[in-house]
């Protein structure tokens, strides 16, 4: 069972950079704004969980760059950017605040992306395995000096750090504001940006979509669900204090697809004929039930949340929405359930409250989100009590990138630490698209060896390490 999950390392690195240029980069022609306009943003945009700048990072090895030179590769980049900011010119423009804390885009004179172009004298093989997420790698996204925490108001929303190696390859660093778009929309966007690189002229299939008036909210609001998901959480159980008073430690596995599908068909046994579980549903139950096993989450009494995600595209059928929306359509699902159901019962039935939760995201639950939020903004993040699933394993992420050099050796997040709740589904990467699984979390390191034996064994339920009379 150990070799069905594999505990992935990454070395300690110290990365030094000098920062060349600080490049601002302007729409390549008119956009569809002018000074001084604005543009309107969704309550699903500027929900309080979406307020922050993603950060991904793409490597590149020198073999891929043929004959391109070091400098072409940050004018090929700058200037297909340039070119695809015409057609989303929304990330051309700055955050501000409205009435009652509501977020907007607005336009102002020489706003524009930012671009850095930086070097180092290391070469990318001195960076380790460069296919699991090191928190060291941090230097090659860029931050401005003394930035606050969550800084998004009055921002780039998209700063490109190109950092040239000694041996030729590089890393392209993103931070994209999540404000602006999900993770589908930022595939959307990646993709065009890289295949205008790739031809020198603009490119966009689909035609990029704004229209975030979509989601108004109705009038007046009818909010039809509890939406647990934004409820304040009490934080009186020991999972604050272990995860935020201990400094956590980012831990990566590679989860194999037999073990993927062993839970999968584990979590299945069940005499519900209407339960059909998914490979998500028996991981995250799997994963949830490990990290509060290792965790020792007192009192067993303690009501904890798993949320995660859902994609709301398809689910909309009146009116649907139209190809090329690359804004937020995503909802927050909600599973429930104290800490002694989670480490008493069968793989099963927590599966069922993740499947549950998931299909409970219906058009109508996604309305009834954005009225929530209209009549009860949440002003703050939770971050106590829950753990957040994030899934990047249907996400493009490497076919997205082929800017013209290939596809890149690796595609990804960086760092998780500073929200040690959050854990990451990543796909294996370039070598093995879609089979094996990467689940990088963060733990204190007190508890990381009995999360990977709880993460290893197929059957908790058997498990002589769980005290039942806790």
């Given at each position: ?5 594999e ?5 300690p690195v110290?990365i ?14 008119p ?5 001084g ?7 699903l945009?500027?929900i309080?969980?979406?307020?922050v700048f ?12 043929g004959?391109s030179?070091r ?8 200037d297909?950017?340039s070119?695809v900011?015409?057609p989303y010119?929304?990330?051309s423009?700055?955050l501000?605040?409205t ?6 885009v607005?336009?102002?004179q020489?706003?524009?992306a ?5 070097c180092s004298?290391?070469a990318l093989?001195n960076?380790g395995e ?7 790698w941090s230097?090659l ?11 998004i108001?009055d ?11 000694s ?7 993103l931070?994209?504001?999540h ?7 930022a ?11 790739k ?9 990029p ?6 989601f108004?909210p109705?009038?007046p ?11 304040k959480?009490d934080e009186?159980s020991?999972?604050t204090r272990?995860?935020?008073?201990e400094?956590p430690?980012q831990?990566?596995y590679r989860?194999?697809?037999e073990?993927?599908?062993?839970l999968k068909s584990?979590a299945?046994?069940t005499n519900?004929?209407n ?5 998500f549903?028996?991981?995250a139950?799997?994963?949830w039930?490990?990290w509060?096993k ?6 067993v009494?303690?009501?904890l ?7 709301a595209?398809?689910?909309l059928?009146?009116p649907?929405?139209k190809?090329g929306y690359?804004g937020?359509?995503?909802c ?6 104290s800490?002694y159901?989670?480490i008493t019962?069968q793989?099963?039935?927590t599966?069922h409250?993740?499947?549950n939760?998931?299909i409970?995201?219906s058009?109508?639950?996604l ?5 929530h939020?209209?009549v ?5 993040l939770e971050?106590?009590g ?9 996400f493009s992420?490497y076919?997205?990138?082929d800017f ?6 690796y595609?990804?997040p960086?760092?998780?630490t500073?929200?040690?709740?959050v ?5 294996e ?7 094996r ?10 508890a ?5 034996h ?6 908790q ?6 005290d039942?009379?806790?």
């Open positions: 069972m150990d070799s069905w999950v505990e992935l390392h990454f070395p110290n030094p950079i000098t920062i060349a240029h600080l490049l601002p980069v302007l729409p390549a022609g956009i569809s704004a002018a000074p306009e604005s543009l309107y943003l969704s309550n945009d500027d309080i969980g979406a307020r993603t950060p991904t990072i793409y490597f590149y090895r020198s073999d891929f760059l004959n030179t400098k072409s590769v940050t004018k090929t980049l700058f297909a950017l070119l900011l015409v010119y929304p990330l423009g700055r501000r605040e009435r009652n804390g509501k977020l907007e607005f336009f102002g020489g706003q524009g930012l671009m850095v172009e930086a004298e290391m093989e960076l460069l296919s699991v997420p090191n928190p060291a230097p996204i860029f931050r401005f000096p003394n930035e606050e925490p969550y800084k108001l921002m780039p929303l998209l700063i490109a750090q190109v950092t040239l190696f041996c030729g390859g590089f890393s392209l660093g931070r994209l504001c404000c602006i778009c999900d993770g589908l929309g595939m959307q966007f990646l993709r065009a940006w890289a295949a205008t690189a031809s020198g002229t603009l490119v966009t299939d689909p035609d979509c704004w229209n975030r008036k979509f108004q109705r009038n609001p009818v909010v039809k669900y509890p939406h647990m998901e934004f409820m959480i009186r020991s999972l272990s995860l935020w008073q400094k430690v831990k990566c989860i194999s697809r073990f993927q599908a062993h584990v299945a046994q519900d004929q339960f059909s579980c998914t490979t549903d028996a991981m139950a799997h994963v039930r490990s509060v290792a965790l020792d989450v007192k009192p009494n303690y009501k949340r798993l949320t995660f995600s859902v994609n595209r398809n689910k059928k009146n649907p929405l190809d690359y937020n359509v995503v927050l699902a909600c599973a429930v359930s800490v159901e989670l019962r793989l099963t039935e599966a409250l993740v499947h939760a998931r409970g995201v058009e109508e639950y309305r009834s989100t954005v009225d939020v209209e009860d903004r949440p002003t703050r971050f106590g829950k753990l957040t699933i994030t899934q990047w394993t249907r992420i076919e997205s990138a013209g050099w290939g596809r890149p050796v595609a990804g960086i760092d998780l500073p929200t040690p709740q854990c990451v589904f990543l796909p990467g370039e070598t093995d698209p879609g089979d699984m990467v689940v990088c979390i963060c733990l204190p390191e007190s990381t060896d009995k999360f990977k709880f993460l290893s064994s197929e059957d339920s058997r498990d002589d390490d769980v039942r009379n806790n």
